[in-house]
């Protein structure tokens, strides 16, 4: 047999058993055997390179991490959905919904467990897997295709033994852990010294957005698809249609969707649903409802944010009793006290819980928690759990009153309760926690997204007195990092890059990062916007220029004005520009030249990093993805440039060096 023969062979042989595993649940061979295939393919594979594809089951894992992840904008938005939190607003639905088509009659409901996930979007192009995306804020999301090729539940080739392939398939699901994978995953992290995940959503998507593929292949995460994007070539009258043709492909799909005719039907199951979420192997929050009429959906349409013709019934917050070990002290980065209920621990919707919050002084009086009590708490989604009540009938002679303490536990300054709030904070600037706190929403994601400053490498500069400031990030050198715990060389390089890289921002981030209270993203970007990028004029502003802001009220203004009226919050945010923050002014509509463009970079960049290349296009109004794609406008290819530029050169797209990038976006 020819060797293209043999490993076209053991390709179809794998893909039929991922097949049988993963859509029909009904394994034929052993695993031994399967890793005997793929060890065989692979073997191959190394000795003939020249016959390695994308899609071959060996290069699930192949890619090399990413500097930072691409942007994709999605064909359709992702929308959300509603809520409904009891029968009668399940019930309110499917009245809008006969009003709505101007009918009588039952409608006929696809109902669906709703996983705690994170919504992901697949494409396939001639039946190919050529790109993932999270689902961001529904129109424009994280390029994270190499992350997604790692869960084998994800066929990188569609089946067309059952079902025609379309030329286009725009696939969307949910990325889940199940609870005895989460178990693992967090027994490991404890091990290894590292932060818990709090839950199993946290822990899906901390795992898809790893920039190395690797440590996503580590997590045993999986897939159920439910819902279409863009299909071009195929025509359906329902959605249960559509889930058939997607097992058809090879997508997975979750068993436990059912047709029902009727909202009476479509609310029972809503309820055995509810009955039977913790028999469930992954978590659920809930239902989903829809309407199965393709038609109907259309007539329906969709209001700004969600569609009308579906919604998700929410189920109610799980509840548990368990026992106040005792009570401690926490201090935010505002300086805000917060009361914390130490649990004898209890697992709540899957989750161990050890703490509650008790919010503030008077909420403990008012319910009268003390230590010792027996206590119901409830957890509900990501929040954190609360404690709800007491039962009295089990209080002891032994348990005790708890009120706050008067000074901080973390600096010892005294504690003050400002007029009209309910929480007491404390006021030193120099407090270590609050110092912690700053620092980590200065690094944060959504902030100047500093990767690898985790949690505890963050409390041990604070407490050896290497940084006391946000500021201080920007003068840490490689050989105080390498010093410290669980910190060599080649990790403290990679932090000095990260702390590098974010030197160049916005606006709106930077704001965001400092901290300032009441002022979170949005808020920010409306910031940004009416002074024009311009951080002189945002210093110079009078109440009245902040409160004369649509949507930036009189409370807001006073923080804004409070925060820069504090010698040290200046000094710090000039020390951030003096150590190299770069602000990127947002560019006029007029002058987003990239408008509509998506970019591919491959290689090696001379001029750029992969970070800033990413935010100039972004900033010019072009986006820019992982994956080369019939969507792909410019390939910009540097030295080393490898199966992309090849597949640039076979779809005809705009190849350009880097030289002619930067001219491109300096028109």
């Given at each position: 047999m020819k ?9 179809k ?5 991922n ?17 005997k295939?793929l ?12 016959y ?12 090399q991490?990413?500097?930072s ?13 509603a809520?409904?939190?009891?029968e009668?607003e399940?019930?309110?639905f ?8 101007d009918?009588?009659?039952e409608i006929?409901y696809?109902?669906e ?15 190919k ?38 030329d286009?398939?725009e ?7 199940r ?9 490991q ?5 590292n ?12 795992s ?7 440590i996503?292949?580590?997590?045993s995460?999986s897939?159920?698809?439910y ?21 058809g492909?090879?997508?997975p799909?979750?068993p436990?969707?059912q ?6 039907k479509?609310?029972?199951?809503h ?7 913790n ?8 239902s ?12 329906l349409?969709?209001r ?6 579906a919604?998700?019934?929410?189920f ?6 368990t026992?106040?070990?005792?009570i ?7 300086g ?19 703490n ?17 009590d ?16 007491v ?5 002891t ?10 000074h ?18 404390c ?21 100047l ?12 500069l604070?407490?050896e007195?290497i940084i006391k ?13 390498a ?10 390089k ?7 890289n974010?030197?160049i921002?916005?606006?709106?981030r ?11 993203e949005?808020?920010?970007k ?15 502003a009078?109440?009245?220029?902040l409160?004369s ?32 923050i770069?602000l990127?002014?947002k560019n ?5 030249i990239?408008?509509?463009k ?16 990413k935010e100039?296009?972004?900033?010019k ?6 994956a ?24 005809e ?15």
């Open positions: 060797i293209s023969d043999t490993i076209q062979s053991l390709r042989q794998i893909n039929d058993h097949y049988q595993y993963y859509i029909l649940d009904n394994p034929i061979i052993s695993d031994g055997e399967y890793d295939l060890k065989e393919l692979e073997s191959i594979e190394n000795k003939y390179p020249e390695i594809i994308p899609e071959s089951p060996t290069q699930r894992i192949g890619a991490p990413n500097d992840f691409g942007t994709v904008t999605h064909r359709i938005t992702m929308m959300s959905l809520n409904a939190m009891s009668d399940l019930t309110a499917d009245t809008r919904i006969k009003k709505g088509l009918i009588s009659q006929e696809v109902i467990p709703k996983l705690d996930g994170l919504a992901v979007e697949l494409i396939y192009e001639n039946g897997f050529v790109n993932g995306s999270t689902r961001g804020d529904g129109n424009t999301g994280e390029d994270i295709t190499s992350n997604l090729k790692t869960i084998n539940s994800i066929p990188l080739i569609l089946r067309d033994d059952i079902s025609p392939l379309p286009l398939v696939v969307r699901g949910e990325v889940f852990i609870k005895s994978d989460f178990e693992i995953l967090n027994n992290r404890s091990k290894e010294d932060q818990p995940f709090a839950n199993a959503r946290n822990a899906a998507a901390g898809l957005r790893q920039l190395d593929p690797k996503t292949a580590t997590r995460l897939i159920y698809c819902q279409a994007g863009v299909i071009d070539g195929i025509d359906l009258n329902t959605h249960s249609e559509f889930l058939e043709q997607l097992k492909w090879g997508l799909v979750n436990e969707i047709i029902v005719k009727g909202i009476k479509a609310i029972q199951y309820k055995k649903l509810e009955n039977i979420r028999k469930f192997p992954y978590e659920i929050d809930g989903v409802i829809k309407v199965n009429s393709l038609p109907f959906r259309s007539k349409g969709a700004s944010r969600s569609p009308r013709w919604i998700a019934g929410k109610k917050a799980q509840q548990v009793t026992v106040i070990k005792d401690s002290p926490s201090v935010g980065r505002t805000a006290v917060t009361p914390v209920a130490k649990l004898k621990p209890v697992v709540v919707g899957g989750v161990t819980v050890t509650a919050t008790l919010h503030n002084q008077d909420e403990i009086d008012r319910k009268d928690i003390r230590i010792g027996t206590v119901v708490i409830e957890r509900s989604g990501d929040v954190i759990p609360k404690v709800i009540k039962i009295l009938e089990k209080r002679k032994d348990a005790k009153s708890y009120h706050l303490p008067n901080c536990p973390e600096c010892n300054n005294q504690l003050i309760r400002p007029e009209n709030e309910v929480v007491f904070r006021t030193n600037f120099s407090c270590p926690a609050k110092i912690k706190g700053n620092i980590k929403h200065f690094v944060s994601k959504d902030a997204d500093m990767d690898g400053l985790g949690e505890k490498l963050i409390d041990q604070v407490d007195k400031n946000v500021a201080d990030l920007f003068q840490i050198s490689k050989n105080q990092l010093k410290l715990e669980r910190m060599g060389d080649k990790s403290a990679n932090i000095i890059e990260s702390i590098n974010s030197k921002t916005t606006f709106s930077f704001i965001y990062a400092l901290g300032i209270r009441h002022v979170g949005h808020t920010s409306l910031l940004e916007d009416a002074f024009d990028g311009n951080f002189d004029l945002l210093l110079g009078s109440f009245e220029d409160e802001i649509d949507e930036v009220g009189p409370i807001v203004a006073q923080s804004i004005l409070e925060f820069w009226n504090i010698d040290s919050n200046r000094q710090t945010a000039n020390n951030c520009f003096e150590f190299g770069k990127e002014r006029k509509l007029a002058d987003q990239l408008s509509g998506t970019f591919v970079f491959t290689g090696s960049l001379q001029k750029f990093n992969r970070k800033k290349a100039t296009v972004e900033n109004g072009g986006s820019v993805s992982n080369v794609s019939k969507n792909t406008n410019f390939l910009v290819a540097g030295p080393g440039a490898g199966s992309k530029l090849e597949k640039a050169k076979k779809l797209i705009n190849i350009i060096n880097e030289d002619e990038f930067e001219e491109l976006i300096n028109k």
